[in-house]
């Protein structure tokens, strides 16, 4: 079905916006410029920043206490890609999707490959779900990755981790992505139920064949989480383990930074600097969180740790963003799906515009000098700039939406997908 969201309608949306817009460029522009900072530098930057949008949150979440799901959802991975185009086309920096197997597992790779490609998207990582039984991947009940997957104790369920996982990527060779992304959920609930050491060992060297099996231009991620759904511990625990792991199998290994898979309290830049520093940071997977991993929207709970993340990103790039994977890892169970991720992108770009309009030469001479109030004032300084209208300008210079949830609105899209999708189309996802 055709989007009522074309590149003409947001054009037509644009152009009324356009005199607040110019009026509030021009300002923006001068409020950089005397920060010590190019904003034409931002704006380029801006431009060619991208997140790749998930394949399984384009559908309500839930938790097991239930899920309203408001209708209109896609129904097979090609919906899903129309959902992801019309995101892109608002705030053109959603050039990707990523795939969650086998919630979407393509039976015709190929011609979906040629589907996202006429839609003008790619694919970023490919992600393996062994964490739920499910009867492609567990041989019909033959096996359970119950007590774990990769760490098992039982050789056929491992095997089968490792064959799912290998299928991944065979099918992500198609679609023409280049990393795969392993999430385990293995771990324990009661001390004692298992040992630490062996289920590490049994990880490792599950981890190690498939390694050895990635095509040469590949990658693996490691994406590490403290709890849920394993309470007592995880095998994949925390960023020291996430290392371990991705140095025990090689060079093209690296770890995933999830922004909610962190005790409470943890400085979460200071890990992205630590995982930078040795080159093994292969990208992130954004969301806040208040509590614990409740995949909320990007920057609505701690924006300032956000700018802090992308300023710590932009002094291992020497001012330009590192090219690793940037991906958002949401579930959300109140808003419409898509709205939740049109505000994780444009909560992200504002986030990134924020650390680009940091005076970086001020701050290090700062702490040359170890004047904390005045390094800690620069970072205010950026972390205050008003770049919504820098933000904005990058979208339209793109192609995209000067304020892209008002065009989704106006634009009526969910009410045209309820009415061609249905009331009660439900998306695969969590
Ligand atoms: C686990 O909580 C996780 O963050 C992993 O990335 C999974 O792939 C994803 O969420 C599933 O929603
Ligand atoms: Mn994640």
């Avoid at 309608?9 to 410029?33: M, T």
């Avoid at 739920?132 to 369920?157: M, W």
């Amino acid at each position: 079905m055709a989007s009522p969201i074309t590149t003409e309608r947001i054009g037509q949306d644009d152009v009324r916006r356009l005199p607040d817009h110019d009026r509030d460029l021009d300002h923006a522009r001068e409020v950089v410029l005397r920060q010590g900072v190019d904003p034409e530098a931002v704006l380029v930057a801006l431009g060619r920043f991208s997140l790749a949008a998930p394949s399984w949150a384009l559908g309500t979440g839930g938790t097991r206490f239930g899920r309203f799901a408001g209708g209109g959802e896609p129904r097979c991975i090609e919906e899903k890609v129309d959902d992801v185009a019309t995101l892109n086309a608002l705030t053109g920096a959603n050039r990707t999707i990523s795939l969650h197997v086998p919630w979407d597992d393509p039976d015709d790779p190929a011609a979906l490959r040629a589907y996202v490609t006429g839609c003008g998207l790619g694919f970023d990582c490919m992600n393996s779900n062994t964490f739920q039984d499910n009867p492609s991947t567990t041989r019909e009940g033959e096996i359970s990755y119950k007590f774990g997957s990769l760490c098992h104790t039982d050789p056929a369920v491992r095997r089968a981790a490792i064959e799912h996982n290998r299928h991944v990527v065979e099918v992500g060779e198609k679609l023409g992505s280049k990393a795969l992304l392993v999430w385990l959920a293995d771990g324990t609930n009661h001390p004692g139920q298992a040992s630490f050491r062996r289920q590490f060992e049994r990880t490792l060297e599950s981890l190690r064949e498939i390694y050895a099996a990635l095509p040469e231009d590949w990658r693996i991620f490691t994406e590490h989480k403290p709890y849920e759904p394993a309470f007592y511990s995880t095998v994949n625990a925390d960023w020291g383990t996430s290392l371990l792991l991705a140095l025990g199998m090689g060079e093209r290994a690296a770890c995933i930074v999830d922004l909610g898979h962190h005790l409470p309290n943890t400085n979460i830049e200071q890990v992205v600097s630590r995982l930078a520093a040795v080159k093994r940071l292969g990208g992130f997977h954004f969301n806040d969180a208040k509590y614990g991993d409740d995949d909320l929207t990007v920057g609505s709970i701690h924006p300032y740790q956000l700018f802090l993340v992308f300023s710590t990103l932009l002094e291992h790039g020497d001012g330009s963003l590192p090219q690793i994977a940037y991906m958002i890892d949401q579930s959300n169970n109140c808003k419409d799906p898509l709205e939740d991720l049109i505000q994780a992108t444009t909560n992200a770009q504002v986030a990134l515009a924020q650390a680009l309009c940091l005076n970086r030469p001020a701050l290090e001479e700062a702490q040359s000098r170890n004047d904390a109030a005045l390094a800690e004032e620069l970072l205010h300084q950026a972390f205050r700039t008003d770049v919504r209208p820098l933000t904005a300008e990058a979208r339209r210079r793109n192609g995209a939406a000067l304020d892209p949830l008002a065009m989704f609105r106006a634009a009526g899209y969910r009410r045209a997908m309820i009415k061609a999708r249905g009331e009660s189309s439900t998306a695969t996802g969590l």
